[in-house]
């Protein structure tokens, strides 16, 4: 999947991230390659992708980042990314998010609390 023409709707990371080339054609290989070669059963994982296509993590992260902000159902999991293809597929994922958010909010109030 290509990344959707008005790119400004995420901001200036997403405009900064589809102004280069090589990210631009590492983000439409990558999603090619987990639309071919993922299942739930076969999540793939970071370091895979990072061989595959001479990328490193935080490229990996970006792309799965953009690509969910774009629509795409990427899951994962502690063995990797995987596109799920029902809801119940990636309910866990957004489960793990959820709990990661809520994680952030407790921090930034305790950071706040200590200035009070």
């Known amino acids: 999947m290509a990344p959707k023409a008005v790119a400004t709707r995420f901001g200036m990371e997403y405009d900064a991230f589809f102004g280069s080339d090589a990210n631009r054609k590492s983000y439409k ?24 296509f001479g990328i490193y993590g935080r490229m990996v992260r970006q792309i799965v980042k953009f ?7 990427i899951a994962s ?6 596109i799920a293809r029902k809801r119940e597929d990636i309910e866990p994922t957004l489960d793990h998010m959820r709990y990661r958010m809520n994680s952030i909010k407790r921090t930034i109030n305790a950071i706040h609390n200590i200035f009070d």
């Open 77 to 82: 999991n502690n063995q990797g990314y995987f």
């Open 29 to 52: 290989a990558v999603l090619a390659y987990l639309r071919k070669h993922s299942r739930v059963a076969t999540p793939i994982k970071s370091s895979e992708l990072e061989a595959e």
């Open 67 to 73: 690509a969910r902000r774009d629509g795409v159902a």
